[in-house]
């Protein structure tokens, strides 16, 4: 850890995060618990920023900025590099320092850190335990909603006649948001709950898509402050996990979408015979961490220290990633090869594959194409 010889770093990480919020000028963040929600400093919006003050964890829901202690907030706010985010926030490098501050300083900034790691064990435990309280109380997807919703998204009984065990329902199950410090109640009503699964087969995360009770039962219509908000939300853990839609026995094809809807479309078109389908939940699980490289966030690079990020099962030979139209494709195109490239190196022998939804070709065609180059924003 060459970094933390630079004594800088022990004072940034004893520094509170909310004071490195106002020194930044991120304005219009509210306080709610334990961290603060508002307009992402980058993308803006109303909501999909938030800190947690805890754990310095930080999130935008939309352009996807994240990391877990000040140096990081600095560095994707200002857009700077690690010696420029350090520089900014403790001012140049002393020449030399007294070793016993040296000493001090290293055990402050580790017991913050301790704390820290705590903190984050503590939410994730119980992030993993709601969702198996969700998870049991749902019944099977056959029974319920999931068909109507289902039909409506275009995949009809027709071409999908068996409902993946993956998929479930609550009839009237409340999306909980957290208000000024306060669990509210949002909305009740059917949703669609999909297990998210841990490499070992547990229960550790469910998507959950509110349906709209109304024919034809599509995505629910949730307003919150009179903005319309995501129908879908997660809870639990699910990095480095999917949602196991359909496992072929005997298969060695794996074929992965960001979203439960355009997995089942590659499904249903038998875009690849023999091939499992697994849903990735987003795409920063399916890309993992990236290397910065030129001071690109998204470089298709994957930063190979990341050991939570989703790695295909052992018997998986070929993996295929279905690219969605999106309004960032270049972006987008790098978390794929960012997971691609960690599979590979993970799994000697393995092949990967992005194949792009888009611009009206049809995915079995595609899927039958030649092998693309890996390479981020490659053209299609
Ligand atoms: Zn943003």
Redesign the pocket.
Known sequence: MAGYEDPRLLQAKAMPIVEVIDRLGIAGLRATGGERVGP??????RD??GINLRTNAFL??????KGGDQVALVQEVLSVDFRGALQWLCGDAPASIDPKELERRRRKAAEAERRQREASERYRRQAIADAQSIWSRSRPGAEGVVRAYLMARGITPDLYPNISPALRFIAAHPYVKKVGGALETLHRGPCMVAGILSPGGEIVAVHQTWVDAEPPHGKARITWGGETISAKLVRGSKKGNAIRLHVEPGSRTLVMAEGIETTLSALVADAVPGASYWAGVDLGNMGGKQERVDGTRNSGVPDMSDGEAFVPPPWVERLIFIQDGDSDPRATRAKLVSGLKRAMALRPGLKGQIVHAGHGVDLNDVLNGACKGLEPGADD
């Open positions: 992402c400093p980058l993308c803006g919006g999909r920023f935008c829901r939309r352009c996807g900025i």
